[in-house]
């Protein structure tokens, strides 16, 4: 087995459950045995390693030419609940099998070469790309319920603050990654080259109606918040549909009050997720969602934002080393952005990012049934790797 999956099938002891999905879950132990798994490569490797607060894990292979900068490579090791084994470990597996080829072929870089296993990116109390905006300085001491979250895992916001790294020294970041969706498959390529990442926006949606017996109200008397949730969010899937055919609109989360089989439901809250790469189009979704809850006259809604994380773009030098870095492997790829959230996102915001794509069968993620296949993975730890090498070559910046 190559090194990219066979470090990847060691990472999948950590949070594998009796049905084939994984949960490494926000400072779980299940997400911190794979942290143990990937502080031991490493330390294999012969990588410098140290830990974070904010649950991250980190390698360095130093370069010879203290005036070059690093390299960046990383990715997340949590997962969703009943995930699967390739999204997030395989970004991280894929950055340490580049070290390990380094070593065993007695390759020093100019340049050292980091690689981090990021905590939290998944959606999450403390907000997703946790660990990645955490040492980008991306994590904001306000941010609503991010104290007490913090708490309940026994750490504080002065600790994430102090976590923040410093990206002087930094010439870009990389992160190989599963593509999530099935355009690659459907054209029969192996490698996407990414060329931006989608927003990801969150509002916390309520409707406010007023409980009451579900025997004796008439339907004409009802102010039935489910009903109202439910028409609203009927209309916001057809709005969406309706703006553009790459805006995405998801309602993930449901919570109702008093939440009782004979009680019409008062008070209703979810979470609309809405992801595009320009602003404008989730601007005008949103915008259009607040006028047709206007227009329900059955409840009242409350309609507020929870995160705004904005489209970044991939720097596009980086985008062509890595497009030329496939075609000389002579590996089929396209440019193409991502729908997915991911850690190079935060990133974005403190140094140049790139990004590669490899195939996910059937465009099937967050769940058990997600899959690559081993040349796959190899192929993308090649362009990963050679990546790397052009990137090491380049004049001195
Ligand atoms: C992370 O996987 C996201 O896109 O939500
Ligand atoms: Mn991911
Ligand atoms: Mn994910």
Same mark, same amino acid.
């Given at each position: 087995?190559? *090194? ?48 974070? *607060? ?17 390299? =960046? ?6 997962? =969703? ?7 997030? &470990? ?42 990645? @905006? ?23 916001? @002065? ?10 020294? =930094? ?35 309520? &409707? ?27 209309? *916001? ?56 809850? *206007? ?25 062509? =080393? ?11 790829? @396209? ?63």
């Amino acid at each position: 087995m190559s *090194a990219v999956n066979e470090i990847l099938a060691q990472i999948g002891a950590a949070g594998r459950q009796e049905d084939g999905g994984y949960f490494r879950g926000c400072y779980s132990p299940e997400y911190f045995q794979a942290v143990d798994i990937v502080e031991r490569q490493m330390q294999k490797i012969g990588m410098e390693t140290d830990r974070d *607060a904010a649950g991250n894990i980190h390698g360095v292979l130093p370069g010879n030419d203290p005036k070059a900068k690093s390299v =960046v490579i990383g990715s997340h090791l949590d997962t =969703v609940p009943g995930g699967g084994l390739y999204d997030g &470990a395989y970004g991280v597996a894929a950055g340490l099998a580049v070290a390990k080829r380094l070593r065993e072929e007695g390759k020093i870089l100019r340049h050292t070469l980091e690689v981090y296993g990021f905590h939290g990116e998944e959606s999450n109390p403390l907000g997703g790309t946790f660990g990645s @905006r955490a040492i980008a300085g991306q994590v904001k001491p306000d941010q609503p319920g991010l104290a007490e979250a913090l708490a309940a895992y026994g750490h504080n916001v @002065r600790e994430i603050l102090d976590c923040r790294r410093d990206f002087s020294g =930094v010439k870009c970041y990389l992160e190989a990654h599963i593509e999530q969706g099935d355009l690659l498959e459907q054209e029969g390529l192996k490698i996407g080259v990414v060329s931006g990442i989608v927003s990801v926006i969150r509002y916390r949606v309520t &409707a406010l109606g007023q409980s009451n017996h579900a025997g004796t109200t008439m339907m004409k008397n009802r102010r039935d918040a489910m009903v109202a949730m439910a028409r609203l969010i009927a209309a *916001a899937d057809e709005e969406c549909r309706k703006i553009d055919d790459t805006l995405v609109f998801t309602v993930g989360t449901i919570a109702c009050q008093p939440g009782s089989e004979n009680v019409i439901p008062g008070r209703v809250e979810c979470t609309f997720e809405m992801r595009h790469m320009k602003k404008e189009k989730t601007d005008c979704l949103i915008g259009r969602i607040r006028e047709i809850a *206007a227009g329900i006259g059955t409840a009242d809604f409350e309609i507020t934002n929870k995160i705004d994380k904005g489209s970044v773009s991939c720097d596009s030098h980086l985008m062509e =080393v890595i497009s030329r870095s496939a075609s000389e492997a002579g590996i089929c790829h @396209r440019i193409m952005a991502s729908g997915a959230g991911h850690d190079a996102n935060p990133m974005a915001h403190v140094t140049p990012i790139g990004m590669i794509f490899v195939p996910s069968r059937g465009g099937l993620s967050h769940c058990k049934e997600e899959w690559t296949s081993q040349e796959e993975l190899e192929s993308g730890t090649e362009v990963l790797y050679r990546t790397v090498l052009h990137l090491d070559e380049e004049a001195k910046e």
